[in-house]
């Protein structure tokens, strides 16, 4: 589905309320707690995208900036693990990666050489609180070095308030600037979930704070004469559900007697590990193996994972925790298990092809083996795991992306110990809870299918722009002429 071009917008300001939910969302619009947002959107957009796999901070920000997937873009999560570079250099900062503090400074480094971010192509842009972020430059770039820290004094505290007061100011002055892209991470729903619970009070109330931050905006906008020249995008970058049961992955990979890299004491492996166990949202997880006589030479296939860890692939699959066990299959793409079955999905010749070996391991009704991506998009929409044949496909892009690939089940998360505070919400896993995000503007964007990566490409054709070749998303831009000669080859 696509929408019919408009006049272009002058300038854009996109607004990710990290973590925030499509049914809250929707509860506070009916209960009239959201008359900004109601107001802005008033003859627009109040829909639904599917985000990505993993469905976690940062590399579920990347389509939003760049039109690519997780694994097109080699950021295949929060945590990673390089294996390429552990075994060729003694001495380096992409041996692994935690972009839950200081590593989300090298978010930008990390992404796939040649990407052409938001803030290169539409100048000039400002960032508020992004970690993904090239080409905004230092100046436009706000507390670009006051980020961590910041949270840091939130995770003391437990206090957002300081960042969002710091927000208003860093808005306020992209708002009266000639900036034409203004990128602003609200991250308090996200950690208030975490903390206190998805539905609890205080994140809540966050909602209600980004309500009322719109207010000023648009009051800012009207009194400088160009709130109808700017495009508003609201979306998140993933969702979020209770969590009341942890599994330890760290621990089950150590019980097997491997020396395992993992957080906060990837250090003390910082030149020997057997294993690496990167967990993050925490529904969705990262396990590496050393190849016992290649060493870390190598990603694994799921035969050689099975040679040589027999065992581990049927005892994870067997614990109630986990859904899905996903691992890299022979000629490429991914094998996906879960107690249903057994599938694999893969790309080649452009297309997308999912063959089920034993039983569908997600439960879809029978499909055809060679789908595009827009058909898996349509024809995974309405199940519970929309768009897992492309997301678990694309994640094996990524030479960064784990021998084993782990989606929690509902309730449950993977990781049971290191929290600065129990998890007592998470987001990260294939399910549609995780995965399916709002999507609000004052643009009509199609209510139909749609991904997160769309929105990239999209903004960029109402701003006037052309959007770079080769994404993964797709401009929802259809001109009069398009849309005069579809009907006409009808």
């Known amino acids: 589905m696509y929408l019919d071009a408009m006049a272009d917008f002058d300038r854009v300001f996109f ?20 008359p900004n947002l109601a107001r802005w959107i008033e003859r627009g957009t109040n829909a639904r995208a599917v ?63 040649g990407v052409e971010t938001l803030f290169e192509r539409v100048r000039p842009s400002v960032n508020i609180y992004s970690g993904v972020c090239r080409g905004a430059g230092l ?13 840091a004094h939130f995770h003391r505290t437990g206090d957002w308030e300081p960042i969002d007061r710091r927000a208003d100011a860093y808005l306020d002055h992209a708002i009266k600037s000639r900036a034409r892209a203004i990128f602003y991470a609200a991250m308090a729903i996200d950690e208030y979930s975490h903390i206190h619970g998805s539905d609890g009070k205080r994140a809540i109330d966050a909602y209600r704070a980004i309500d009322a931050r719109l207010g000023r905006i648009i009051r800012a906008l009207k009194n400088a004469g160009t709130f109808d020249q700017t495009l508003f995008v ?30 906060p004491k990837a250090a003390r492996r910082y030149f020997r590990a057997d ?10 997880g990262h396990i590496y193996l050393r190849h016992r006589t290649h060493g870390w030479s190598h990603p694994l296939s799921d035969g050689e994972v099975n040679a ?26 991914a094998l996906i298990r879960s107690h249903r079955g057994l599938a694999r999905a893969f790309e080649g010749g452009g297309a997308f092809h999912y063959v089920v070996v034993d039983s569908d391991p997600f439960g879809f009704a029978p499909m055809p083996s060679r789908l595009s991506a827009e058909d898996a998009l349509a024809r995974t929409w309405a199940t519970p795991y929309p768009d897992a044949i492309v997301q678990t496909a694309q994640l094996f892009r990524s030479p ?18 290191f929290e600065r505070h129990e998890m007592k919400s998470g987001h990260g896993s294939l399910r549609e809870e995780h995965i ?23 903004m960029l054709d109402l701003l006037g722009e052309t959007p770079p070749d080769n994404l993964d998303g797709i401009s929802r831009v259809v001109s009069p002429q398009q849309r005069s000669q579809r009907t006409t080859a009808a």
């Open 15 to 34: 607004l990710l309320a990290d973590g925030a939910r499509c049914d809250i969302l929707d509860d506070l619009f009916r209960a009239g707690d959201m």
């Open 51 to 113: 985000s990505v796999f993993p469905s976690v901070t940062l590399a579920a920000y990347v389509p939003f900036v760049t039109g690519l997937f997780p694994g097109t873009a080699n950021i295949p999560g929060l945590r990673w693990f390089d294996r390429a570079t552990y075994a060729s250099r003694r001495f380096s900062v992409a041996k692994f990666r935690n972009y839950y503090g200081f590593g989300s400074y090298l978010a930008n480094r990390d992404l796939r050489a």
């Open 139 to 151: 100046r436009t770039n706000k507390a670009y070095f006051i980020r961590v820290p910041i949270i």
């Open 234 to 263: 609201l979306s998140a970058d993933h969702g979020h559900r209770p969590v009341t049961r942890h599994f330890d992955t760290e621990a089950f990979v150590e019980a097997r007697g491997l020396k395992t890299l993992y957080y």
């Open 275 to 284: 294993a690496a166990a990167l967990v993050a949202g925490n529904a969705s």
């Open 308 to 333: 040589g860890e027999p065992g581990m692939i049927s005892d994870l699959l067997a614990n109630e925790a986990i859904e899905f066990v996903i691992t890299r299959a022979e000629g490429g793409g």
């Open 400 to 417: 960064r992306t784990g021998d084993i690939v782990l989606s929690s089940t509902l309730g449950h998360d993977l990781r049971a110990r």
């Open 436 to 458: 399916r995000v709002p999507l609000l503007s004052n643009a009509c964007f199609p209510a139909g299918p749609i991904r997160t990566a769309d929105v990239y490409p999209t």
